[in-house]
């Protein structure tokens, strides 16, 4: 008979060759499609590098005098120096988004292999070449630190402020971090911990969350990132955005799993502290907006692992019973991650292939043409990025926007793109407004519409074909395009 600490050394050596196969995963999911979100990661990026640093939107003919805040800024330069000036291209930014979540998993299962191949699993339809990869990791480095470390009080005080200043401005999820560090003193310390933690410490940790707090005004945009973040969470993107729309339905078995083993250690534990409520309130949140469930995964790695080593290190287990159930969940994890994996790329291939109309933007770039051009949202990321010089109706940035009445602008893009889509309101009036002069549309039926957002009616049957003509087409998208008026030619 044996307890747990004392592993065979081989165990230790198969954690290197599990994080390989995560991260090959993980790289294989993101790089087998592009996120919506990175084109225009990358125009921001690219223009910051530039000396261009925005207060203003400078990407819309609608909401030009909207205050501008790229609330993962730092992450834009980031994914365009690793695509640009290091010219490493989307397979070096896959890389580094997989790399990220690779380290975050290793964080959070705290050196217990076999949870690992599940954790990858259970975050594969939501991830990507997209910033929350940062909020991922930091996530868990945030848990790891107050739950492991929480009297290493000078450790603390450089660190936790520290992440937190970098947090937000790499990512909006600094949101998160911030919570969990006020429930953490408030719950763990304040109310729990009564016998256990002095009050010297008590107000050290105090000071620490509140330094670490504070310091999230320490952007370019002071306190705007905040109100930014805080506009996007309360805006019901559920109806518009894929990855904010609910759990109607649950893919992964290994997120099942995940689930199911996060419950039953609360049963058998029958304690809740702050790390469980948090992820509890990540798991509901998680069911109303899909895009939260890898948070959920990584918060229930760290419940699960830490009741599970409790848990062994306090019976005499027979070594050799031990090592074959270990054996034979990390087989089953690995493989489960493997066939998640394919199924996941598989659909993000087809998908991807006329998700965006790549052939139809080098015709526009290589064809430039006096006024605007209106297209379907999520298209216009794309857009932004592979023609720089065009500006935009609505893309996914400005969903949540809203702004007071100006002179020639609109107050919410969306709602006036929405309205459009249903033709609620006739399109000629803002045809004429915005001098618009080419008109790119999906083609109906294609794979493009399985991403879009917001499925709009054919309003290409609402042009005068007398006066816009087809100039391009292909199995994606068509383009229409007229001459621009004699009244915006005055203007």
Known sequence: MTTINKWPSRYFKARNLILIIVFICLFAAAYSFLDPDF???????????????YFNDPYSYTMPSYKYIDHSWGMSVIFALVYSKFHLGYVGVAALCSLIATIGIYIASGNAIWIMPLLAASCLDNFGTRAQATSFLLTATIIALMSRSKKNIRMLAISIPLILFLWVNLHGGFILGVIYLWGYWIIDILLFSSETVDSKLKMHLFFIVLTATLVTAITPYFLGTWRETLSTIINPLNRYVLEWQPATRVTSFSLLALISLFFTTLWLTKKVRWLEIFTILLLLNGLLSTRVLPLFALSASFVIVKASNKFLANKMIDKKRLLQILRITIIFGVILLIIETILNVRSKIIVSQLAYPENAVIYISKNPHEGNIFSILHWNTYLLWKSPKNKVFI????????????????????????????????????????????????RENSPSQLINEISPINLTEELDKKVWKIVYEDEASVLYERPLPNSCKNS
């Open 39 to 53: 084109p225009w990661h990358m125009r921001h990026g690219t223009d910051i590098l530039s000396g261009n640093f």
């Open 395 to 442: 893309d996914g940035r400005m969903i949540p926007w809203r702004q007071d009445t100006k002179p020639n602008e609109l107050q919410n893009a969306l709602q006036s793109y929405i309205s459009l889509s249903l033709k609620n309101e006739p399109i000629k009036p803002i045809l004429e407004e915005f001098c618009i002069t080419r008109f790119l549309w999906t």
